[in-house]
């Protein structure tokens, strides 16, 4: 497992996050991004997870509504990566991946474009 502390971890997603397009950020709404260390002992390998309505299922209804929630994993991608390189990228692919979940995108299409 790399070696990483949980202020590092936070660096490599906000550093992912300034490398979204700013034409995708400035789309993003009503959006948070959280990291925990562990996801629930149910699915001990979960990367990231995405919770909230996706910008294409909202309707007249969403309004007043708590931030649709991202939160990225450290221990689990610091488990599957060897160097601090592999975490970069996957944290890197993670973002990108509950982003899109944000948007609509499924993780059938996102599987297809290489964000598995």
Same mark, same amino acid.
């Given at each position: 497992?790399?070696?990483?502390? @949980?202020? +590092?971890?936070?660096?490599? $997603?906000?550093?992912?996050?300034?490398? %979204?397009?700013?034409?995708? &950020?400035?789309? =993003?709404?009503?959006?948070?991004?959280?990291?925990?260390?562990?996801?629930?002992?149910?699915?001990?390998?979960?990367?990231?997870?995405?919770?909230?309505?996706?910008?294409?299922? @909202?309707? +007249?209804?969403?309004?007043? $509504?708590?931030?649709?929630?991202?939160? %990225?994993?450290?221990?689990? &991608?610091?488990? =599957?990566?060897?160097?601090?390189?592999?975490?970069?990228?996957?944290?890197?692919?993670?973002?990108?991946?509950?982003?899109?979940?944000?948007?609509?995108?499924?993780?059938?299409?996102?599987?297809?474009?290489?964000?598995?």
């Amino acid at each position: 497992m790399l070696e990483m502390t @949980r202020e +590092e971890f936070e660096e490599l $997603v906000g550093e992912a996050l300034d490398r %979204i397009p700013p034409e995708l &950020t400035r789309l =993003m709404d009503n959006v948070a991004v959280f990291v925990e260390d562990e996801p629930a002992p149910e699915d001990p390998e979960l990367l990231g997870l995405y919770e909230g309505t996706p910008l294409t299922e @909202r309707g +007249e209804w969403y309004a007043g $509504v708590l931030p649709d929630r991202i939160t %990225i994993y450290r221990n689990p &991608t610091l488990r =599957m990566c060897a160097t601090r390189e592999e975490a970069i990228e996957e944290t890197e692919i993670t973002v990108v991946h509950e982003i899109a979940h944000h948007f609509g995108i499924d993780d059938e299409r996102l599987h297809a474009l290489g964000y598995g």
